[in-house]
């Protein structure tokens, strides 16, 4: 998939912009351009992994014509950034794990305390210490 980008050019003293239009808050920079465009793919990603995560709707991309003739991007040089569809996927994937019979037993516990399966306890508990920054992403 591939998100049209919009990027401010920089001077000396300024980096080159990136917004990405059809993702709201959704910016970025760089030293050169080459870097702009490359950090626009790491904030798009990292955008659409937030809004999975946050139980949100990922936008698609729209046309760059349509995006271009809008006047606050006058003067904005425009390019694509390839997004991997796979950060797009919610589809469930099975794994094999190893817990301490203890552990797993308080995960049981946990889970049915708090109306969830197993999967779905151990999946939420993950994303949770996620962004309270526990896991390194």
Not at 27 to 49: H, K, L, P
Request: glycine share 8%; proline share 5%.
């Amino acid at each position: 998939m591939r998100y049209p980008i919009a990027i401010e050019p920089g001077t000396a003293t300024t980096a080159w912009g990136v917004v990405v239009p059809d993702l709201p808050g959704c910016f970025s920079a760089g030293d050169t351009m080459d870097d702009a465009i490359v950090n626009a793919s790491e904030a798009i990603t990292a955008w659409i992994e937030a809004v999975l995560d946050d139980g949100g709707d990922i936008p698609m991309p729209g046309a760059i014509d349509a995006h271009r003739a809008k006047r606050e991007f006058k003067g904005w040089v425009w390019a694509l950034s390839e997004v991997d569809a796979s950060v797009l996927s919610d589809k469930a994937e099975r794994i094999n794990i190893t817990l301490p019979a203890r552990v797993l037993k308080r995960v049981d516990e946990a889970a049915t305390s708090s109306h969830e399966s197993r999967s779905g306890f151990l999946a939420r508990a993950a994303l949770e210490a996620i962004r309270r920054g526990e896991l390194a992403r």
